[in-house]
């Protein structure tokens, strides 16, 4: 009888104990699943997976699977000691259903799973809407480009949504098509664009119409319209052969055009040239005009002469001669005979007296010559002698020495980086000095005394001095925004150049800077569907010692603009 009551008991145990955690008959801890809801969908593929327990000093396992018989585990961990869990990156796959469930143990006792909950993870593709304007209209058809990024895609017609893509930097290249004569203007927003995860993106391909585009050719006498009788032709895109001007060509296609002279023209006279060239680009929409210039035959004379040190001289000198008619020679003195009249100019290649050097040409380089006139070049020459150049500096006015970066120019170019200096055995004529850089700390350049440009005598000596003044403490730099007028704030890239350079992303901002003269460039943003309209006051202004300054972008609403 007591051996019966004791199978008795242990079969009454062991039924408690299948029963709950703990082997004693007491009530077993009940855990629940709490987040995310039962099919729900998360944020995100590294979710907290969190549940509720009822008891103390236990530990959990949770089991996740991409199927409800959990044949395919993702995740199975045990000897969890709090009630959450969160899943590890990598673990899950986007746009998918997963299944979980967990169990419970105290004292070596494990309890039976809960019932399994799912949760949706969220698609991490995006979307690329490729969409086409002509003169800003919506237009379709046939369009041939790439869409470039971490998901290659081609397309072949507009509009077209490109699907699946992975997050990242985007480029739309245009390879071909479009409407029929239409030329690309430009994509907007962007060709470059960041798609966001599980986001979407545009890209608009803007086409323009080609407009009508004009070639003219006329012709003058003497500076005077002509019209007449001329054979020449006219090669490019489009080709003719004409014996008449003025002549006018409309509905051209857009290219290089040139225009040859074959015979003709006024009788008597000959062809001095063809302005502003003889072969020039014609754009979309544009004119273009070719004048052929027709001079009469006349009995003008040009003379070229020359002088050593203010005193004639004759020798071996090469130039030419253009204008109307061109001619060479490698002598002086020398006259030309017989030449239309019309400008010309003779430009110097070489020679001259032994050792000296050309100051210039009198009365000017390039003159006019009338009917029956003359006209008289002369190269004036310099004796090379020991002329010397000084550069100083002063700060505020006193005497200043340190390091200046500067050029001079004129008969003999010569450069320095420090001053006092002296350029010494230069030969005489016009000097000019040019600042490029350096100075004093904190200070700057007001102007060149006695004059920036001067002319030095055959042994004399010229001195420039460069007379600094010291800044202030500067002021502020203030850039706004207005949209039609009111007030605005957010998101615009620009950049502010003047004594120092310095950037920003928004408005309004506000900028330190020394004294001096600046300028706003704008690049990019501001309100949505506007654009910039003005600077105003003016994109670039003076900013005084402990002054203020302000820009303000003048940004316009334009209903017609593409998000």
């Given at each position: 009888?007591?051996?019966?009551?004791?199978?008795?008991?242990?079969?009454?145990?062991?039924?408690?104990?299948?029963?709950?955690?703990?082997?004693?008959?007491?009530?077993?801890?009940?855990?629940a699943l709490q987040s995310p809801s039962n099919g729900s969908s998360v944020s995100?593929?590294?979710?907290?997976?969190?549940?509720?327990?009822?008891?103390?000093?236990?530990?959990?396992?949770?089991?996740?699977?991409?199927?409800?018989?959990?044949?395919?585990?993702?995740?199975?961990?045990?000897?969890?000691?709090?009630?959450?869990?969160?899943?590890?990156?990598?673990?899950?796959?986007?746009?998918?259903?997963?299944?979980?469930?967990?169990?419970?143990?105290?004292s070596g006792q494990t309890t039976e799973w809960t019932p399994y909950w799912s949760?949706?993870?969220?698609?991490?593709?995006?979307?690329?809407?490729?969409?086409?304007?002509?003169?800003?209209?919506?237009?379709?058809?046939?369009?041939?480009?790439?869409?470039?990024?971490?998901?290659?895609?081609?397309?072949?017609?507009?509009?077209?949504?490109?699907?699946?893509?992975?997050?990242?930097?985007?480029?739309?290249?245009?390879?071909?098509?479009?409407?029929?004569?239409?030329?690309?203007?430009?994509?907007?927003?962007?060709?470059?664009?960041?798609?966001?995860a599980g986001s979407a993106v545009t890209f608009t391909i803007n086409f323009v119409?080609?407009?009508?585009?004009?070639?003219?050719?006329?012709?003058?006498?003497?500076?005077?319209?002509?019209?007449?009788?001329?054979?020449?032709?006219?090669?490019?895109?489009?080709?003719?052969?004409?014996?008449?001007?003025?002549?006018?060509?409309?509905?051209?296609?857009?290219?290089?055009?040139?225009?040859?002279?074959?015979?003709?023209?006024?009788?008597?006279?000959?062809?001095?040239?063809?302005?502003?060239?003889?072969?020039?680009?014609?754009?979309?929409?544009?004119?273009?005009?070719?004048?052929?210039?027709?001079?009469?035959?006349?009995?003008?004379?040009?003379?070229?002469?020359?002088?050593?040190?203010?005193?004639?001289?004759?020798?071996?000198?090469?130039?030419?001669?253009?204008?109307?008619?061109?001619?060479?020679?490698?002598?002086?003195?020398?006259?030309?005979?017989?030449?239309?009249?019309?400008?010309?100019?003779?430009?110097?290649?070489?020679?001259?007296?032994?050792?000296?050097?050309?100051?210039?040409?009198?009365?000017?380089?390039?003159?006019?010559?009338?009917?029956?006139?003359?006209?008289?070049?002369?190269?004036?020459?310099?004796?090379?002698?020991?002329?010397?150049?000084?550069?100083?500096?002063?700060?505020?006015?006193?005497?200043?020495?340190?390091?200046?970066?500067?050029?001079?120019?004129?008969?003999?170019?010569?450069?320095?980086?420090?001053?006092?200096?002296?350029?010494?055995?230069?030969?005489?004529?016009?000097?000019?000095?040019?600042?490029?850089?350096?100075?004093?700390?904190?200070?700057?350049?007001?102007?060149?005394?006695?004059?920036?440009?001067?002319?030095?005598?055959?042994?004399?000596?010229?001195?420039?001095?460069?007379?600094?003044?010291?800044?202030?403490?500067?002021?502020?730099?203030?850039?706004?925004?207005?949209?039609?007028?009111?007030?605005?704030?957010?998101?615009?890239?620009?950049?502010?150049?003047?004594?120092?350079?310095?950037?920003?992303?928004?408005?309004?901002?506000?900028?330190?800077?020394?004294?001096?003269?600046?300028?706003?460039?704008?690049?990019?943003?501001?309100?949505?569907?506007?654009?910039?309209?003005?600077?105003?006051?003016?994109?670039?202004?003076?900013?005084?010692?402990?002054?203020?300054?302000?820009?303000?972008?003048?940004?316009?609403?334009?209903?017609?603009?593409?998000?």
């Open positions: 009888m007591k051996k019966y009551v004791l199978m008795l008991l242990v079969a009454a145990l062991t039924l408690f104990s299948f029963a709950g955690c703990s082997l004693i008959p007491t009530n077993p801890p009940q855990v995100s593929l590294t979710p907290i997976l969190a549940w509720n327990c009822n008891e103390t000093n236990v530990s959990f396992r949770i089991q996740v699977a991409s199927d409800s018989n959990f044949q395919n585990l993702v995740i199975d961990q045990s000897v969890l000691p709090n009630p959450s869990y969160t899943m590890p990156s990598g673990k899950l796959s986007d746009n998918q259903t997963y299944y979980w469930k967990v169990n419970v143990s105290k949760f949706n993870t969220p698609s991490e593709a995006g979307t690329a809407t490729v969409k086409a304007t002509l003169d800003g209209n919506p237009w379709s058809g046939n369009v041939g480009y790439t869409l470039s990024g971490p998901t290659q895609q081609t397309g072949t017609s507009v509009a077209q949504n490109l699907s699946g893509l992975t997050p990242g930097s985007y480029t739309l290249g245009y390879n071909s098509g479009g409407p029929s004569g239409a030329s690309l203007d430009k994509i907007t927003p962007s060709a470059t664009q960041n798609l966001p119409s080609p407009s009508p585009s004009t070639v003219v050719v006329n012709a003058t006498l003497d500076g005077n319209s002509w019209s007449g009788k001329v054979h020449y032709n006219i090669s490019g895109p489009h080709t003719a052969s004409l014996s008449s001007i003025p002549q006018t060509f409309d509905n051209m296609s857009a290219g290089t055009y040139a225009v040859g002279f074959r015979s003709g023209g006024p009788n008597g006279a000959t062809l001095a040239e063809i302005s502003p060239s003889a072969q020039q680009t014609l754009s979309s929409g544009g004119t273009i005009t070719f004048t052929l210039n027709f001079h009469s035959q006349t009995s003008s004379t040009i003379k070229v002469n020359a002088t050593l040190d203010g005193r004639n001289w004759s020798g071996n000198i090469n130039y030419t001669i253009n204008g109307p008619y061109d001619d060479s020679s490698s002598y002086v003195p020398d006259s030309f005979g017989g030449l239309p009249r019309g400008t010309y100019s003779v430009n110097y290649r070489s020679g001259g007296p032994n050792g000296a050097t050309l100051a210039g040409i009198s009365p000017s380089p390039s003159q006019t010559v009338g009917h029956n006139g003359t006209i008289t070049f002369t190269f004036n020459f310099q004796s090379h002698s020991n002329c010397a150049i000084m550069v100083n500096a002063t700060l505020d006015g006193r005497p200043w020495s340190g390091e200046v970066n500067y050029v001079v120019h004129g008969t003999y170019d010569g450069s320095g980086s420090n001053v006092p200096n002296t350029l010494g055995s230069v030969p005489p004529g016009s000097y000019s000095l040019h600042y490029l850089s350096g100075g004093p700390q904190g200070a700057e350049l007001g102007n060149i005394s006695p004059e920036p440009n001067q002319y030095v005598n055959p042994g004399g000596t010229i001195s420039f001095t460069m007379n600094f003044h010291s800044q202030g403490g500067g002021g502020v730099i203030r850039v706004t925004a207005t949209i039609d007028g009111e007030p605005w704030q957010g998101e615009v890239h620009y950049t502010i150049n003047g004594p120092i350079t310095d950037s920003s992303s928004s408005v309004p901002d506000e900028f330190n800077g020394p004294a001096g003269t600046y300028t706003i460039s704008y690049t990019s943003g501001g309100p949505h569907q506007c654009v910039l309209e003005s600077i105003s006051p003016s994109p670039t202004q003076h900013l005084g010692n402990n002054g203020i300054i302000e820009f303000t972008l003048n940004f316009h609403f334009q209903s017609g603009v593409l998000p």
